[in-house]
């Protein structure tokens, strides 16, 4: 048996090292290499051998295990290592919906955990880590940290009051290191108030705390500055909140009006134009701002019994919006997640089966498209 | 209680889906252990990505071994501290990531400093046994040294840990 101590001041050794991202295109592009000199190597003994008349029954070099692509569709040419871009989450919330208003239901059965749609188009999953129970929102870095706020009972099994005043519960926020561990937990929740996770950076989360608050939350310290540059802004709506890129996206349901506010001065910021009509109102959750802050990608759903889905890119600083619509089936299996690499949105989607019948496996119905954005 | 992660692949079935999945798990995990146990970041780095993509090459043997980061880390630890690596070693290493300063808590410092002052087999046994929390069993079988040397050389390893890291607090 080792003590306790000894082996948490072995674990904090290791948190010394310096980190490193992890870069598997870099151990990819190393085994080519080693498996290049490996042929090198080997037809240099054959020409050797064969100059001395031996015959040289060499082994060919071990096929390079190819990770496999995602589903095969004429619109997800297979491009592994070109995106170098954001991490792309998938929203797998609307998973099953009913296709004729008679209880008959058809959509995809996701896997469980965190999704990703990772840059080779696989999917890749990061299981709930067990110190938290329910889920509420997520963010993945591109550091490949995740950053996610849920809930944790401390006392399951035990029938209270739920809301803002439930007590034993925690709402915790938790950070996973890129390959999933946990590397930070903290309860944020007061009692009496709800919180949020809208948004996160390398160093900071931010908070949506009732009634109308948004603070910066800094992971290291825990230390939150309330961001009172932002409060004059219209009414919020929860699910119509997001941080990124030093950007507040906040959009209305009433009118679908979309706003883009700078973190720092609570000033709008470049220029947002109208949403094209006979869509549904995104959630600013689901819109996506490029690295550089200049471009937003805005997932759009139609409306009817076999309505299409489409992407508004829009450049804030000219305006202009251009809008692609991709060929999806039912809106409640529309589009997944998107994410930029330069001036190029990916977009994650499904194209369920026509008429759609049952539930297919996720890897067969999902798509991925890159849309360029020509500023 | 630690909690280990775990990140499965999903997709089809096919032979290597889970690589990603494995190096996504191991990769972190790996690099520190071996930047624990060289006491080099650097070379750390290079060892793990040189394990990394042996173990690539031979993944379809590997992911049947009970315990293919132990292998891994075998590899990347006798990649390190082969006499062809040594030879190889005038080769400038990559410059250190800028982008993740080191971890300024000095007592995290301290702890990692003790152990770079254990001899190389100790240090080995330990970041087997409590970084990559393999067994006494399993420790002995990727280092290949019997059940009883790996009990020896924690025991002496912790002990001089605990006396080191107790001279520094008082």
Known sequence: MMPDDLATAIRHAADAVPAQAPDLQQVLRRHRRRRLRSAVAAASVVVVAGALGVVLLGRAPAPQPALPGTSPTATTPPTPAAWSGQRLPLDTSWNVHDRDGKGDIAGYQPPAGLLELAPDRRIMSTPRPDVIDVRRQWIALDDGRTVLLGSKNLKPGTQRQDGIDATDLELRLVVLAPGGGVTLTRNVRVQGQDVQLIGATATDAYLYRTPGRIVRHNLATGHEDRLTALEPLPAWDIANLSVQQGLLLTSSAADCTLHVTAVPTGKPAGTVPSLPAGWQCPGAQRIRVSADGRSLAVPLAGQGPKPASAVALVDLASGRLTLTALEAGPASSGILGIAWSGTTARVAWIKLPDPPTTISPMTDVLQATDLPLNR | ?170
């Not at chain 2, 909690?3 to 190096?23: C, I, K, L, N």
């Not at chain 2, 379809?60 to 006499?83: E, K, Y």
Request: net charge positive; with cysteine; proline share 6%.
């Open chain 2, 1 to 170: 209680m630690r909690v280990r992660a775990v990140v499965t692949p999903v997709m089809t079935s096919q032979r290597s889906d889970d690589f990603e999945a494995f190096y996504r798990i191991e990769a972190d995990r790996l690099y520190r252990a071996l930047a624990v146990a060289l006491g080099n970041p650097q070379l750390a780095r290079e060892a793990a990505d040189e394990a990394m993509a042996r173990t690539y090459a031979r993944w379809s043997q590997v992911r049947d071994h009970d315990n293919p980061g132990g292998w891994a880390f075998r590899v990347g630890l006798n990649w390190a501290t082969s006499w062809w690596r040594k030879v190889r070693r005038e080769r400038p290493l990559p410059p250190t990531d800028d982008r993740h300063p080191p971890v300024e808590d000095p007592g995290h410092q301290h702890a990692l400093t003790a152990l770079h002052r254990l001899p190389l087999p100790q240090r080995t046994v330990i970041v087997c046994r409590v970084l990559l929390d393999l067994s006494t069993v399993e420790t002995a079988a990727v280092l290949g040294i019997a059940e009883g040397t790996v009990k020896s050389r924690m025991a002496r390893g912790l002990a001089e840990l605990r006396r080191v890291l107790g001279q520094e607090q008082s």
